[in-house]
């Protein structure tokens, strides 16, 4: 079945700027995940929604950014006046259900978020 | 959630089995060794996990100590498409379920 899909796979915005990334998760997945990773870095976790609901937001950044989930489907991050160091991957995983047995989270491609 | 340690990097001749250890000393009871991957330009693929006993499945092998302190994930026969970062993870099997990826071990398989 189809996997994790994520839009646009590239973006290349001017400083100050705002981005919307977009994330499909696998049908039927009822958690999601974004994380994003930086050249060189391991992953940075920055929120979790459970539904549509985000119990978890301590891992976004500044202010700056946001995230919501409609219909329990697709997610939206974006991140208003970016700057340099917004630049990064920022990949989305889904889950079926948080603490049954669903261990894995699939990942989508990510989208690469380039910053001027 | 427990930190872990890994070496950053390893090599292994391709078919030879590649053993990646990982220690996780502060590992409470109820929390998971979970191990995933990281092709160069993909995002993170999941391979196996494991709470006390050892565990295999299609992709490797996982040992997991007797005090669980450390695990080494095997990889039978390695082929030049596991080539890839390794992230050891441990993790409460709880709401959210966060994964907290370190540095991983860039294991390199050589021809």
């Known amino acids: 079945g189809a996997g994790v899909s994520q839009s646009p796979s590239n973006k290349v915005t001017e400083k100050g700027k705002d981005v919307e990334l977009r994330c499909d998760p696998i049908s039927g997945h009822t958690a999601l995940y974004w994380y994003r990773q930086s050249l060189g870095q391991g992953l940075e976790f920055l929120i979790y929604?459970?539904?549509?609901?985000?119990?978890?937001k301590s891992g976004l950044p500044s202010d700056r950014f946001s995230a919501e989930r409609t219909g329990g489907s697709v997610s939206t991050l974006t991140i208003q006046r970016t700057q340099q160091e917004d630049s990064a991957v920022y990949l989305c995983a889904s889950s079926l259900l948080p603490g049954r047995r669903s261990y894995e989270q699939y990942f989508g491609p990510g989208t690469r978020l380039t910053v001027t | 959630d427990a930190k872990t340690t890994q070496p950053p990097s390893m090599d292994c001749a391709e078919g030879r089995a590649a053993n990646l250890p990982c220690n996780h000393s502060?590992?409470?009871?109820?929390?998971?060794v979970y191990w995933y991957r990281q092709i160069h330009s993909q995002g993170p693929q999941y391979i196996i996990h494991g709470l006390k006993n050892n565990e295999t499945n299609e992709m490797a092998s996982l040992i997991i100590t007797e005090d669980r302190k450390s695990s080494t994930l095997i990889l039978p026969h390695a082929t030049l498409r596991d080539t890839a970062v390794y992230y050891c993870?441990?993790?409460?099997?709880?709401?959210?379920?966060?994964?907290?990826f370190g540095g991983g071990t860039r294991l390199m398989v050589k021809p």
């Open positions: 502060t590992i409470s009871g109820n929390e998971y």
């Open positions: 929604f459970q539904g549509n609901s985000a119990p978890d």
């Open positions: 993870i441990v993790s409460l099997r709880n709401a959210g379920n966060m994964l907290t």
